[in-house]
């Protein structure tokens, strides 16, 4: 097998993936135009709706879908990390780490409070 025999099958697995992605895409998008359909009549025989405000409902509902979606932040970041305290065994009464593991996840609590610092200068 050459390489361009090995380029064409390449370019031809990547044209077939890309159609069945879009024939599921398509799928999924009738699924959800039905379903959509159904509650939008229900809302129609209650009353609840118009069939003109049905139909828009539906179609917003599909071009929604359509796009790509985008992450919405629900609530604000925190400026400051959050401060994370690290309680001596004495003082949890349900410790069993060892000791020497404490003081392990002591170190690299404050290698990655450095880490953040850096971070933050940079």
Same mark, same amino acid.
């Given at each position: 097998?050459?390489?361009?025999?090995?380029v064409q099958k390449a370019v031809y697995?990547?044209?077939g993936v890309a159609s069945y992605a879009g024939e599921k895409a398509g799928e999924k998008l009738g699924e959800l135009r039905v379903q959509v359909q159904k509650l939008a009549d229900e809302m129609v025989d209650r009353g609840e709706m118009t069939a003109?405000?049905?139909r828009r409902f539906v $179609?917003?509902?599909v071009s929604r879908a359509q796009q790509n979606p985008t992450v919405e932040p629900t609530a604000?970041?925190?400026t400051e990390p959050r401060k994370i305290e690290i309680?001596?065994?004495?003082e949890t009464p349900t410790a069993s780490a060892p000791p020497n593991s404490v $003081?392990?996840?002591r170190r690299q609590v404050m290698d990655l409070q450095e880490e953040l610092r850096r971070l933050k200068r940079d």
């Amino acid at each position: 097998m050459g390489l361009g025999d090995l380029v064409q099958k390449a370019v031809y697995l990547g044209i077939g993936v890309a159609s069945y992605a879009g024939e599921k895409a398509g799928e999924k998008l009738g699924e959800l135009r039905v379903q959509v359909q159904k509650l939008a009549d229900e809302m129609v025989d209650r009353g609840e709706m118009t069939a003109e405000e049905g139909r828009r409902f539906v $179609d917003e509902m599909v071009s929604r879908a359509q796009q790509n979606p985008t992450v919405e932040p629900t609530a604000k970041k925190p400026t400051e990390p959050r401060k994370i305290e690290i309680l001596d065994d004495e003082e949890t009464p349900t410790a069993s780490a060892p000791p020497n593991s404490v $003081d392990e996840m002591r170190r690299q609590v404050m290698d990655l409070q450095e880490e953040l610092r850096r971070l933050k200068r940079d």
